[in-house]
């Protein structure tokens, strides 16, 4: 059972005054980490082991002092020792290291003195063993919490979906295929990210439970997989009271994540290893946004080869949120803080309002934009109730009770909806969220020292499966919907189906000219005609040419909707390998009734580049500044040429 951050800083506060006279490296090095790990409830033997052995790039021998595959490394002097040849030897043994086991964190100590460096986020902790129980949330890596750096582009997702890409391979080449290798790989990836991130606890059962109870041939690895999903899906005073201990370790997940039965796979001693080098890997460090579109990619081997083509990079969708309401609402946040009074009321009333805010994206893909935007709620959630508990906070560190974060945490991935064409990325999707919601509880446990875990999981994100042309929204959203968002499939004219140009063409009631326009443009009405403030991604060429005027007439005069934002003409990129390059706009639309008056205009002197914002009183659907004009709705339309009277 999880200890609480109150008494982990009480045993903190133990063990300082029991080693406050520890000096002597050989002696009491083993003795003061066994007792080091016990704060936090594990025990040092599950996860590390002193002296571990490395041969040095100048092919020197060297022994670790404590070592922690991909987590911790530890280099432990006598007190009063200088740490700075610490920090050389440390660095001498990470580099070599095999890139797998290469840790994130690395401790340096005398007994007295801890300088603790985090690798991935460069940030480097020092205080005196008396000051522990100050500091002791860094440490919060050994109970699988560490918090994250949100790095975009980090290399790690691409690594872990070649992991899983492998294993894909060798259970597909024997016969395993199909919904049942999807769901089977979507329930492992889960497993996966729950060892390393304080899920499952200790850290690194799943992996043990791989390496110690099932065979190396693989005969009797998917059995043994197969009746841990069972317990994952089983509440605790459910299960039989004989249950193996290894498996009675694990929590009960619910979410109907592993609640479908599927067929068992049959394993051999390659596909075992397989899961076992994939189980090796960190997966604290992963992005739910960038993996869930590299993990599809997987499923496939041409989309594989193409490395997540059309992947949608963090810093683009943040350019759809943005201006959407990210930025507004991070205004008005910076607003209230500096409120000298009814502060803490408006802050509470602020809160309210984060929690009560609906998304929907109607082209989700593995819900990269849902993921990202609740990241970044989340963020903004925290920090709010870091402005209205300021007082509280400094109570803590005198040992004062724990915030009550169970109750103070409102926001919920069931204030996110999406529909997906198909079934494997919307089941991604769902799973994705789960991970980021994990990793947002981990990043407010840390931050206010109290640890909170939503497990079992009580609420799901809204994600449908099925065609968002076909399917009426208000079915699958709310009627008061804050936003929709997202990245519709773009398919021009000449290249849709029969299908595809017939729902077009339906959905524009424009007739037979309704075939002229980009498949997105059905996604653009569809938004205008729910009625929420929408921005979505699209090519360019709706902003140019006869699509012009088809489309905007439809959206402004039909629906009533303005152009809030735009970002002219850029390059789009991709996460992976092999980057797609494809010239892309965004477009935020808003309901004429509520529209701001302020337009944001983003213009790309370099289409690679950053942008430049200006501000306008009304945008033109061909993006540009129609502040001046009497009709800023003006578009060119095609007229077939007069005929002379003479030549008729």
């Known amino acids: 059972m999880r200890l609480s951050f109150n008494e982990i800083r009480a045993r903190a506060a133990s063990f300082a005054q029991t080693y406050a006279d520890a000096t002597y490296e050989k002696g009491e090095t083993q003795t003061f980490y066994n007792d080091f790990f016990a704060i936090f409830g594990v025990e040092r033997r599950s996860v590390a082991r002193y002296e571990e052995h490395v041969r040095k790039r100048d092919n020197r021998s060297g022994f670790i002092d404590l070592f922690w595959p991909r987590v911790l490394l530890v280099e432990q002097k006598s007190a009063g020792r200088d740490l700075t040849k610490a920090a050389s030897q440390a660095g001498e043994y990470f580099d070599a290291l095999k890139e797998t086991e290469r840790p994130r964190f690395q401790l340096l100590c005398d007994f007295q003195t801890f300088e603790l460096l985090d690798r991935d986020t460069r940030e480097e902790t ?7 129980p100050d500091h002791i949330e860094k440490f919060g890596f050994i109970m699988g919490m560490e918090k994250r750096s949100f790095k975009d582009q980090d290399p790690v997702n691409i690594v872990a979906s070649e992991l899983v890409g492998r294993l894909h391979d060798a259970l597909e080449a024997n016969g395993y295929k199909g919904h049942q290798l999807e769901v089977f790989l979507t329930r492992l990836v889960f497993c996966l990210f729950a060892d390393d991130t304080g899920i499952f606890e200790p850290r690194d059962i799943f992996l ?35 249950l193996d201990e290894d498996l009675a370790r694990f929590p009960y997940v619910n979410g109907d994540l592993f609640k479908d039965p599927i067929r ?16 090796r ?34 810093k683009n969708i943040l350019k759809v949120i943005g201006p959407l309401f990210l930025d507004d609402l991070r205004a008005e946040f910076e607003t209230l803080k500096a409120r000298k009074q009814n502060r803490i009321k408006l802050l509470r009333a602020f809160h309210d309002k984060l929690a009560s805010l609906s998304f929907l994206d109607p082209a989700c893909g593995c819900g990269n934009f849902l993921i990202i935007t609740y990241r970044e709620l989340r963020l903004l959630e925290i920090e709010v109730l870091r402005e209205i508990y300021r007082t509280e906070l400094a109570r803590m560190k005198g040992g004062a009770t724990e915030l009550p974060l169970q109750s103070l945490l409102k926001l919920d991935v069931d204030q996110f909806y999406g529909i997906e064409f198909s079934e494997f990325p919307a089941r991604i999707a769902e799973t994705a969220m789960w991970m980021m919601d994990h990793i947002m ?68 009631a424009l007739g037979k000219s309704g075939g002229t326009l980009d498949y997105v443009c059905a996604w653009f009405i569809k938004a205008a005609m729910f009625g929420a403030p929408t921005a979505f991604v699209s090519t360019n060429s709706i902003t140019q040419g006869e699509q012009v005027a088809q489309l905007w007439p439809i959206l402004f005069d039909r629906y009533g909707f303005e152009i809030a934002f735009a970002h002219r003409t850029f390059a789009w990129g991709s996460e992976a390998r092999g980057k797609a390059a494809v010239h892309v706009v965004v477009l935020g639309m808003e309901p004429r009734a509520t529209a701001r008056k302020d337009r944001r205009l983003f213009s790309y002197p370099d289409i690679k580049g950053d942008p430049i914002e200006t501000r306008h009183t009304a945008i033109s659907p061909y993006l540009i500044d129609a502040s001046t004009l009497a009709n800023p709705h003006l578009v060119v339309k095609e007229t077939s040429p007069l005929i002379h009277p003479i030549c008729g």
């Open 126 to 132: 020092a205080f005196a063993l008396a000051d522990l």
């Open 208 to 242: 043990d439970y791989l390496e110690e109870r099932t065979r190396e041939d693989g005969s009797d690895t998917g059995p043994m997989i197969a009746q841990l999903f069972e317990v994952l899906d089983t509440p605790e005073d459910a299960r039989q009271a004989n």
């Open 264 to 279: 068992t796979p049959a394993f051999n001693s390659e596909m075992r290893e397989r899961l076992i080098e994939a189980s």
């Open 281 to 314: 890997f960190n997966w604290s460090g992963i992005s739910p946004a960038i993996f869930g579109s590299l993990f599809q990619s997987v499923m496939d081997k041409a989309e594989r080869r193409k490395a997540g083509a059309h992947y949608t990079t963090e």
């Open 441 to 508: 509880n981990t990043q407010a446990s840390l931050e206010f020292g109290a640890a909170f875990l939503r497990i079992p999981l009580r609420k799901s994100p809204n994600i449908v499966y099925a065609d968002a042309l076909e399917t009426d929204w208000a079915t699958v959203a709310p009627g008061d919907l804050s936003y929709i968002i997202g990245n519709p499939p773009f398919i021009g004219a000449k290249y849709q189906s029969d299908e595809q140009r017939a729902q077009v063409r339906d959905i524009a």
